[in-house]
């Protein structure tokens, strides 16, 4: 392992500490978001159908109701726009991008392709929740994302990463939380291709959306003169993109929720729900705001570290949200056994061999600043 043996740290020593230090702050912070994010969305989904006396429904009904999820989703997305504006604008510079699309044709491509990207995988992501299979291919969505940032983001594997990877995939098969919409008498079977599809595709697109937001980070928004074009990663970036992919995928979802003729029975609903229409609107607002909880800290991941570190903290959140669902309800048949228990350890392995990997990372880049120091002082 490459030790740091750096003289007394210098200005630019100085500015690197200070700069590493913001950088494990956003890390965690943005990897707290993810796992609050993704459990109050479990907890609230559950306590959703939960109320939601499903099983008084046909199976064809029970099926219905994705395309207000994929809208739930997405839509609580203005909140975000006060703390846009409150956040420290970087200094702009004259446009230096020379490419032969104008700069902001690019960010207008990259946020139109996003937000379907992410209007799909919200759409069929709640479908997919439906289908007994979907436990399964929730690790081949870790695979799927490791290709992608082999291929479009040239990520280098190390063993550290491909051990953290092997953690998380053991963790998520062993460990899914229960979730309390699966269909009374699930006949998903006899959907046969169709629910295969519906299964695979949300988890193509959620891992292709992720590598691609990478590559908009480090190509496209880093390059335009409102982030002083300098390939410098700001929190702002995280917001606007949010904001604008959000806004997109909301607008698409919206156009089914009212092709698909589902808003009629949004009144239904509502009145259907055990606890009553405020307890129904407050759960779809509390559902809103945590997936954007979680939605800024996957974003926040991505930014700062990669599409596949995003990936692996999501999918290690799941043994703790099992845990809170076995806290929070009383489902027959849910208890936190040893598999379970294993899963737990099996993510907080997979974590600590990652930021492992992130910390030796950090102090490289430490050793050849010093390196580069010494040797201007030398000179
Ligand atoms: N496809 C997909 N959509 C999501 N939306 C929120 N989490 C996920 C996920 O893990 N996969």
């Known amino acids: 392992m490459e030790e740091f043996q750096g003289p007394e740290p210098g200005r630019h020593n100085t500015s690197e500490i200070r700069s590493q230090r913001k950088w494990w702050i956003s890390v965690f912070f943005c990897g707290f978001l993810v796992l609050t994010g993704d459990s ?67 960010v207008l491509l990259l946020y139109l392709s996003l937000g379907v990207l992410v209007s799909v995988y919200s759409k069929l992501y709640a479908l997919a929740r439906l289908y007994v299979g979907w436990g399964i291919l929730v690790p081949a969505q870790l695979i799927l994302t490791s290709l992608f940032s082999a291929f479009i983001n040239r990520l280098k594997f190390n063993r550290w990463i491909i051990i953290s990877i092997i953690f998380t995939l053991a963790a998520d098969f062993f460990c899914a939380p229960a979730f309390s919409g699966t269909p009374t008498e699930d006949e998903s079977y006899t959907y046969g291709i169709k629910a295969w599809l519906i299964l695979i595709f949300p988890t193509l697109a959620f891992s292709l959306s992720l590598s691609l937001t990478q590559l908009g980070f480090e190509r496209v928004l880093a390059k335009t003169k409102r982030y002083g074009g300098s390939n410098k990663k700001v929190f702002r970036m995280v917001l606007e993109m949010q904001i604008f992919v959000s806004f997109v995928a909301t607008l698409i979802c919206l156009v089914g929720l009212f092709v698909s003729g589902e808003f009629k029975e949004l009144k239904g609903e509502s009145e259907r729900f055990k606890k009553g229409r405020t307890y129904y609107s407050l759960s779809l607002v509390g559902l809103a705001l945590s997936w954007q909880v979680w939605a800024v800290g996957l974003l926040g991941l991505v930014l700062s570290v990669s599409g596949l570190f995003a990936d692996v903290v999501h999918m290690c959140a799941s043994p703790v949200v099992a845990l809170l669902v076995v806290l929070a309800f009383d489902f027959k048949d849910d208890d936190f056994g040893w598999q379970r228990r294993g899963a737990l350890l099996g993510s907080v392995l997979a974590l600590a061999c990652y930021f492992y990997y992130l910390h030796k990372t950090k102090k490289k880049e430490m050793a050849e600043l010093n390196k580069r120091d010494n040797n201007s002082e030398e000179a």
Do not use: C
Not at 91 to 104: A, G, I, K, L, W
């Open 40 to 106: 109050l969305v479990m907890l609230l989904l559950n306590f959703y159908y939960v109320q939601n006396n499903r099983s008084e429904n046909d199976q064809y009904q029970q099926y219905r109701g994705t395309w207000t999820q994929a809208l739930i989703q997405n839509v609580a997305f203005p909140i975000l726009i006060p703390l846009f504006f409150i956040l420290p604008k970087p200094e702009t510079v004259s446009d230096q991008t020379n490419t032969r699309h104008p700069p902001f044709l690019r």
